[in-house]
Structures are given as C-alpha cells and as structure tokens.
C-alpha cells in the first residue's frame, strides 16, 4: 500500500484485472441461468399443467392453455421477432389440444409457420399470375425482370432448405445442429438475395416485395434462434452430441457416397481422366463439346460421385449445376488451361446473382484444375465469375478471375484450397460460411478513382453461421497498384463478418486496413478481425477504431478454421484435397 490508502498503479491494475474478471465471471453464470431458463421455462410452462389430476375439465383447460403461452413466452423471448414468434406460435398451439408441448416441438411449429410463409409468398406473389407481374409489365426493365424470376427460384430453395429442417427425421433436432442452422440461414439468405436483387426497381415494387417477404423472414430468423438457444443451453448443461445429417456417425468416416475405390480414383489425376464417367472436349474428342450439355446427363440426387473431365480449352458459356445434381466433381487440365468464360454483367442488364459465369447450386460439389472467368472489365460493375450456393463445395487448385464481384460465396459452407482469386471492388463477397486456405489473392487495378475491396460479407443476422475467412493466403498486386487505395473489405451488412489469419499482406494493404460500406464507420454490430498476419501490410497500428473491429486470441481464431467453421473434417477428406484443420 502506498501511504494515505492508495494503491500503487501496479496494484490497482491487479485489482482492476480482478474485478473484471470477477464481473465476467457474475455475467456467465447469470447468462447460463437465465438461458437455461428459458428451456426448463418452456418445459416446465407445458407439464405442470397437465399434472394437476385434482381439478375438473374446464380448470385443467384453462390451466393448460396458461402454461402453454408461458412455454411459447419463453421460446420466443430469445428471438429477433417477439410479436411474430407469439402470434405464430400461439395459434399452431392451441390448436395442439392441451397436448404436452417441448421446446423441440415448439422449434419444429416455428419451422412449419415460416414454410407456410415462404411458400405462400412464392405462390401468391412470385408466381407469375398475380401479385407483381402486372407492375413488371408496365415497367418494361429487362433487369427487373430477370430479378423478379430470381425470386421465384431463391424462394424455391428457400422453400427447400426449410422443408430439409423440418423432414430432418426422428433424430433429436440438437444432434443435427449444424445442418439445420446451415439450412436455415441459407433460407434466410435467399431470401434476402431477392430484395437486394432488386434494388435498382422502382420504390413501389421494392416495397411491395419487402412487405410481401416481412413474415417470411422474421418467422425464418425466429427459427433460426430458437434452435441456437436450445443448443446453448443444451451445450451448458453438457447434453449435446453433434451429428451431421449427410455423413454417418463416426468423425472418422467419410461420406456415405465415397467408397474404398472412389477414394483411390480421387488420389491421382491421371486415374481421375481416364476413369471419368463424362469427358467433354472442345475438339470432339469427348462424349460432349460443352459442359451444359454434359451436365444434362447427370443423375439427379445421386449418392455416387460423377466425374466430369473437361479437357483443355476456352468454354464460352454460362453453366449452371443444377440443385438436383448432387455429388458432381469436375477436374480439368489446370486452372488456366481449362477455362469457364463469360461476360453477362449489371451494366448491360443482368442482375448480380445472373451474371455468374459459373453458377453451383448441387451438394457436395467439387472443382479442381479448373478456370472460371468473367470478361466484362470494370467498367460493367457486378460481373460474377463464380457463384456457389450448394452446402459442402471445395475447390483446388482453381483460378477465379473478374473484377468487381469476382468470387460470390452465396450461401452454405464452402472452401477453397491453392486457388488463385483476382478482381478489385468487392471481389470475394457473399454469406456462406466459408474458409479460404493458401490462395493467392490478387487485387487488380480499378477503374480511374475506385477503391479496391477484398471482402464485401452479408451476414444479416447474428444467429447465421457465416463469415469469409482467409488463412495463410498471400496478398499481392496484380499490376500496378501504386495510386490505388486497396482494403481488406467493408462490411456489406450489419453482423458482416470477416477474419484474416496467419496471411502474407504486401504494402498494397491501405493502413487504416478497412472501408466504411458508407458514411465514415460502421454498424458495432460486424465481426473483423486480423491475426498473426504478417508482411508491410499487416501492421494493425494504424487501422480503423470500429468498435467490431476485434483482436482476438488463437481460441478465438480456431473458432473460424475448417474444423470448428465448416465441421469440414467430416466432409473435406473426402474429396483428397489437403487442407489444414486447424491454425
């Protein structure tokens, strides 16, 4: 102690440190009982009622109906949307007869009011009979009207990734925690894809369409948190045991699809040629001369890998892998041999989402040894290369080449091993989760006064499990970048989320590291971070304060690595792509 009872800054500084930790400490257990709470709140809410044997009908009915609005109460309490989970859910409820209700069941309802929801949108408003089409008549916008059938497809596959969650079996909905928050956040994403599709629409459309989507949306997202809360509190009490849906049981075996001999053949090259199942080839000397027509003659929702080898050659086309072409993987003669070439863009009147030179949309999809391009220039703006909204995509050694918009990693988790990624404004952007693993990253130059942005990320909601993040990839112009400012990203929307680890950064890097999507700062709400980055453009000395801008600790940062991100240890081997787990 110093004299006159103060203490010495050393000793107030552990003092401090104490407290601290005593108040975090205070935090994380009040958190874990009140999120405990809730679910012992929903159970208890729906079984006392029932166990009052004493009182005549009429009072056990009045009891029971009180204990079921506790237990839809406490359910909807911990989502985005209070007013829609209550009202929803209470009358799938009450319709349920006085029988017990468990938070499962009330997660399953939620499920069900948001289908309900999201199909009815599409049928009533985007089906083309009614609703809108009048409007988009009138407004003659070729671009709106490519939009407007986006939507009709996004809800499809909204639609799809619901249905997925709600027919996901008997299983308890806790053991199949990371496919259902990817099904659903990938709902909640197409969805969102639609009205940011159409952005540049006369108000009176836009607005049409964002009321027409409102319950569908906030029913999704209801969704979305009620499982995540149930997971929490299960975690906190140790009850949880994770299982994908897709893969067997064992962490240590591969997809049900891949077999002892399909492991062999993924192993070489050269078998991967010469055993391919569809060979399409330029010059004749292939089954096929372009890869839509081969991708026609693929079994739909097939269980067996089908093996595409497109011989060297440009392929001016648009493709397309289709939802129902399951377990596709497509390996050509080296990324910049075989090369996907296409020039739809924004500038010329297609929307962001169409003008993908190479658009993925079936599970389990891999690539390898393949270049996917879009030649528009800068001048056209959004101009997509590639575009993946399929649930467990790889691709290896791939070269991904555009400018603004290059790389659009839609939905769903994704990864990326050896490629080469080049562009300028955005050109790595999306709301997968996805992890990007010794690439090159490649800035070009710009047109005259633009900025470059690496990531642009649109996570939307802080429940979704999505984020880009880049590990131990290398950072360097791709030309003469001296008079131009190049960013690490800016934040798309409000929870964006974004993080650099264990990457080289040339001195292209600008110092304040990140860019406001407008103004001069950005939502608290976003999640980036940088670290053990290395090289002149790492230094985070001189970096914007945004208070979602974070350090974070190597525990923090395997929270973003292909295990623990992408449960990628369960899927990832079977495709005979090395990756890294962990940092």
Sequence with gaps: MSPYGKLVESEQEKLEARRKTRRRVAIMSLSAVVLVGVVVAAVLGTTLAHNNDDHDDNNRSSNNNVGLSASVKAVCDVTLYKDACYDSLGRVVQSTSGQAIKPEDLFRMSLKVALDEVAGAADKYFSGEKGAFEDLMMIGDNR????????????????DHLNDSLSSGQSSVLELFDDL??????????QQTCIDGLEEAKESLKSRVRSYLKNSTELTGNSLAIITWLNKAASTLNLRRRRLLTLQDDDNEAPAWLHQKDRKLLASDKDVKQKADIVVAKDGSGKYRTISEALKHVPEKSNKRTVIYVKKGVYYENVRVEKKKWNVMMIGDGMSRTIVSGSL????????????TFAVFGRNFMARDMGFRNTAGPEKHQAVALMTSADQAVYYRCQIDAFQDTLYVHAQRQFYRECNIYGTV????????????????????????????????????????????IQNCRISPFGNLSSVQTYLGRPWKN???????????????????WLPWVGNSAPDTIFYAEFRNFGPGASTKGRVTWKGLRT??????????????LQGDRWIPGTSTPYKSYL
Excluded: H
């Design 552 to 565: 974070i600790t190597a525990k923090e940062a395997n929270r973003f690595t292909v295990k623990t991100f």
């Design 144 to 159: 709106t009207m490519e939009a407007f059938n986006n939507c009709k497809q996004l809800l499809d596959l909204a639609v």
């Design 181 to 190: 928050q990817t099904w659903l956040t990938a709902s909640g994403t197409y």
């Design 345 to 356: 863009n924004f500038v010329d009147g297609t929307p962001t989402f169409s003008s993908a």
């Design 495 to 513: 929870y964006s989320t974004t993080v650099f680890m264990k990457s080289s950064m040339g001195d292209l890097i600008d110092r304040s590291g």
């Design 426 to 469: 955005d050109f790595i952007f999306g709301n997968s989760a996805v992890v990007i693993q010794n690439c090159n990253i490649l800035p070009k130059v710009p047109m005259l006064g633009q900025k470059n942005t690496i990531t642009a990320q649109g996570k939307i909601d802080p429940n979704m499990n999505t984020g880009i993040s």
